[in-house]
């Protein structure tokens, strides 16, 4: 079993950055894929961004490619996520996810194991 905690999250101003960080504790992580979804207010959950379990790879929406760098340390279990040059659109609750290897990166399905999320807020 492997139990996920998000932390980071916070009311920043638009055009600020943050850093969402994955902690994983129980089965280690490091054989899994990363991903990173939110989910806005009255909108269903979306992809993020993933990293695959080896780190070579990654792939982002396209509403954050440039803006947003996903990460892993394999050895210590974690992931992060940079945001850079936020929009009040990126305003959601962030859940980080890991999964086994293969399947699409963008589906939820994919996924074995959630986080409860941490709360993202960009003011305009």
């Known amino acids: 079993q492997v139990q996920l905690v998000e932390s980071g999250g916070g009311l920043v101003q638009a055009g600020g950055s943050l850093r969402l960080s994955c902690a994983s504790s129980?089965?280690?992580?490091?054989?899994?894929?990363m991903g990173w979804f939110r989910q806005a207010p009255g909108k269903d959950r979306e992809f993020v961004a993933a990293i695959l379990w080896s780190g070579d790879s990654t792939s982002y929406a396209d509403s954050v490619k440039g803006r947003f760098t996903i990460s892993r340390d394999r050895a210590k279990n974690t992931a992060s996520l940079q945001m850079s040059s936020l929009k009040p659109e990126d305003t959601a609750v962030y859940y980080c996810?890991?999964?086994?290897?293969?399947?699409?990166?963008?589906?939820?399905?994919?996924?074995?194991?959630w986080g409860q999320g941490t709360r993202v807020t960009v003011s305009s």
């Open positions: 129980g089965r280690a992580t490091s054989s899994y894929d």
């Open positions: 996810a890991a999964g086994g290897v293969g399947g699409l990166w963008m589906d939820e399905k994919k996924y074995l194991y």
